[in-house]
């Protein structure tokens, strides 16, 4: 059985106890990642719309907002979104249950409020169905509890694939939070240029336009309707499915094309993070063997030490 420190670094987080609230949220996440679309310069790969880690949430970081800058950042302990600027406005809107088209108006008015107003498509993206924010009354739970657990599984993750990622040496994305899909991600390139799939749409040709390996968690979607962490190689390598991957719990997903490590299954073990940095390298080295990757030149043979 897990310690109380491990319990508390890796909590449940059963999704039927809190789908209402990660729908609330995931479209809340959406509204303030759009400011990112409109306001931050292009990085390749869309890592320019991504939401980075803090301490206590996740923040958009200085945004150019005109001739001043503007910052939008949750906070999951205290559950505030706190919007600056760098002439020193501040607006700060509670997070609790409420309606999305509630939640819009409130962040939308405090941008007015500190003169740095943003047009944002009020469409969702990478939904089923897509209500526009600004006529969304269905979501509208918040249950502070859940989402703090899901913060913390958020925090443990990060910290295990910023250590992972510490030895490759080829192009790597930070560490980010995507609220298209609601997943924290991290994927590394082969430096082979690739064709994106087609039909797939500009998210697509230009994230998928060189040869990658990516995984990342998120709380459930889909054919997975658990809390999961994940990994695939595009374009997938021939053989991928029947690669030997680990920790024992993980498995390749035929309906998904991806491996899948449930979450539930890990958060029991006498070490998470080691069963998490295992299923990490274990898929990247599935993908990077099958597709031919040059890993003498893409990886550290050891990691230097400062002196």
Known sequence: MPTADLADRWPPLDLDEWRETRDTLHLWTQIVGKLKV??????NHLWHTGLTLTARG??????????????????????????TTGRGGRKVVPLYPRTVSRFYDDVMG?????GTPVAINPLPQELPVAIPF???????SYDADAV??????????????????????????????????????I?????????????????????????????????????????????????????????VVQPA??????????????YEEIRHLPDPDAAVRAFLQSTYEAVADLGGWDRERLELAEIPTPR
């Open 249 to 262: 719990q993980s498995f390749w997903s035929t309906e998904m094309r991806e491996f899948l490590l449930p």
């Open 58 to 83: 996740l923040t958009t970081g200085p945004l150019p907002a005109g001739h001043d800058v503007l910052q939008a950042e949750f906070d999951f302990l205290d559950h505030n979104l706190t919007l």
């Open 148 to 185: 703090g657990r899901w913060w913390r599984i958020l925090q443990s993750t990060a910290q295990v694939m910023e250590e992972h990622r510490r030895w490759f040496t080829g192009k790597t994305s930070p560490v980010l939070f995507y609220w298209g899909s609601f997943d924290l991600a």
């Open 134 to 140: 600004d006529q969304d009354t269905t979501h509208q």
């Open 187 to 243: 994927a590394r390139y082969s430096g082979v240029p690739c064709d994106p799939p087609r039909g797939g749409g500009y998210l697509f040709r230009v994230a998928e336009c060189e040869t990658n390996w990516a995984a990342g968690f998120w709380p459930g979607s889909g054919a997975a309707e658990y809390s999961a962490f994940y990994a695939y190689g595009y374009p997938q390598p021939a053989g991928i499915e029947r690669a």
């Open 38 to 43: 409109e306001l931050a310069p292009f990085q």
């Open 110 to 114: 405090c941008l007015v409020a500190l």
